[in-house]
């Protein structure tokens, strides 16, 4: 069987690294599967993208579609006539996409119309909020899947309340859990550690990335400054893109407390959070990493796609107005947080279901 595992962005490489390692055991089990590695070029700087592939110990992509920045429009339409020329020099029997990024919706287009079955890994997971660009990757994406993987009971459940086949519905657990269980023991300590004498459980990480949190200028600085004001003196740890800081530094309040460095590899970045007191942030993604780690988690968005984050995990919505944030900032200083758990299947083996199932389709099918 012959897979094309698409990644673009950076949780994509997350994603990808735990099913490309359970396909390599398998193989080396003698198993019939085999793997490329479509890389779309979404995420295009070394920083952001090719420490991914070193760090989680990911093969170099067979494939750069190399699309480079652009609008939604222009990336999708890139990507897509990328791929498409791939897919007519050799077509896979499945392609593998796997979250919520453009890249994602753009391939299972080009695939489903160049007559590829799609597996889409991280199925099923809705916020509700279509002001977000990831809700309609979701939604189109599912539309056209073939193959369901999905994280949670709820995530499978929002699939077969729409009609989808319940045989085609796979609840596999979290490929971004398998890679952070694999790669704990491996995290590093940043440089920014001994820089700010940073403390074990006495500093906060804080990451902003949606529009909503950090397009509005005044709306930023009112939010770092709540935090950093209901900090009461622990050091902020903020991971920021560059051109973003250098916007901020001229527009900021002094905040003694406020620390701004660029953003971190994955295994230097999960250090940090794993020895955090907490977490505020606006990413799905790394509440599902803090409910696994137990770190304590203040979420700036008023609805998420991981409601179990929420529901048994360590993570509380805030909602978007800042003056929601102190008092929550106060509890979780107190040490007066909810004790979370682990939702079902997010065990480390989620990479091997999903290759075990690709296998018994590719089998049925032959």
Known sequence: MQVDIIGGARPNFVKIAAIVNAMQIKQKAGGDISFRIIHTGQHY??????????????????????????????????????????????????????????????????ARKSGVPVAHVEAGIRSGDWAMPEEINRVVTDSITNWFYTTTELASNNLLDTGIEAHRVVLVGNTMIDTLLRFKSSFVKPACWDE????????????????????????????????????????????????????????????????????LP??????????????????????????????????????????????IGTNVLAGSSPEALAPLMTQLLAGDWKTGSIPKLWDELTGQRIVEHLLSTHHSNS
């Open 45 to 110: 700087d070394a920083m952001l993208s090719g420490n991914f592939f070193r760090d989680l110990n990911i093969p170099d992509p067979d494939i750069n579609l190399q699309v480079g920045s652009g609008t939604q429009a222009e990336q999708t339409g890139n990507i897509m006539i990328g791929y498409e020329k791939v897919l007519a020099d050799r077509k896979p029997d499945m392609c593998l996409v796997v979250g919520d990024v453009t890249s994602t919706m753009a391939c299972a287009i080009a």
């Open 196 to 263: 700010f004498s940073l403390q074990k459980g006495d500093y906060i990480v804080v990451t902003l990335h949606r529009p909503s949190n950090v397009d509005g200028l005044d709306g930023l600085i009112q939010t770092l400054t709540t935090i950093s004001e209901t900090a009461k003196g622990h050091p902020i740890v903020f991971p920021i893109h560059p051109r973003t800081a250098s916007v901020l530094q001229d527009k900021l309040p002094s905040l003694d407390n406020l620390r701004m460095i660029d953003p």
């Open 266 to 311: 994955y295994l230097e970045f999960n250090h940090l959070v794993s020895h955090s007191k907490g977490v505020v942030t606006d990413s799905g993604g790394i509440t599902e990493e803090t409910t696994v780690l137990g770190i304590p988690t203040i979420t700036l968005r008023d609805s998420t796609e991981r409601p179990e984050t929420v529901e």
